[in-house]
């Protein structure tokens, strides 16, 4: 079942009196269960592409369908609704509040998402013990490792049960044993839980646990073995 969905989508920002085409009718699925990565030099579009495709922002043209709902252009305003719904994000620098602890840092993605109280507790509670950290809830970010912060911050992605997880670059700030670590544990969450998963990254350890790689070059997708 598609659960993400780009048609003909391009991209468009204006630099002064000029318009720079960034993405040129980019046409991609991703399926529930499924693993994707997306390669590409940097300047090829891949964050301009994850950004639309995660509901942060809205293409010059084409369609992007979210989870069954259309994304559109006119109507920028809708996207945090559709992000807090259906998508789960993880990045590499961790982006957890130095202040609140691993519970805490999950609850609060929780909250945005409408789920308080004790129904939060036990759902940050319970998607800690999913990525091996049950031990590690009440520690703050300064105390725990790289891998342990990325780790919480899969967490946090998954709060909400989300149809979608969307990672930029999610082993880029861990050694390559931790990182290994990290994506075996995306792929099983993934599977298990039949999730979406699309990884934007240059780390080619990472099309190990991919169903499928796609490139982008010049604003345009190829298939990853060209």
Do not use: C, W
Request: glycine content about 10%; overall charge positive; aromatic content about 4%.
């Amino acid at each position: 079942m598609t659960v993400l969905e780009a048609r003909n989508v391009t991209k468009s920002f204006t630099e002064g009196r000029e318009t720079v085409p960034v993405l040129k009718g980019v046409s991609l699925a991703l399926e529930r269960g499924e693993i994707v990565t997306l390669e590409g030099p940097s300047g090829s579009g891949k964050t301009t592409l994850l950004s639309i495709l995660g509901a942060i922002l809205t293409p010059t043209s084409g369609r992007v369908v979210v989870d069954g709902r259309d994304i559109d252009p006119g109507r920028p305003d809708e996207l945090p609704a559709i992000r807090r719904q259906a998508i789960g994000f993880v990045f590499q620098q961790f982006n957890l509040f130095a202040a609140l602890t691993a519970l805490e840092n999950v609850q609060y993605a929780l909250n945005i998402k409408g789920v308080n109280g004790g129904a939060a507790r036990r759902e940050a509670e319970a998607a800690l013990e999913a990525v091996g950290l049950g031990n590690r809830q009440r520690f703050l970010p300064r105390d725990l490792s790289g891998g342990q912060k990325q780790r919480v911050a899969v967490a946090r992605a998954l709060a909400g049960r989300p149809p979608i997880l969307l990672a930029d670059e999610p082993t880029g700030s861990l050694d390559s044993e931790v990182g290994m670590q990290i994506l075996e544990m995306f792929r099983r969450l993934a599977k298990q839980d039949n999730r979406a998963l699309l990884i934007v990254t240059h780390d080619p350890k990472v099309r190990g646990i991919a169903d499928r790689v796609v490139r982008i070059r010049d604003g345009l997708l190829t298939d990853g073995n060209e």
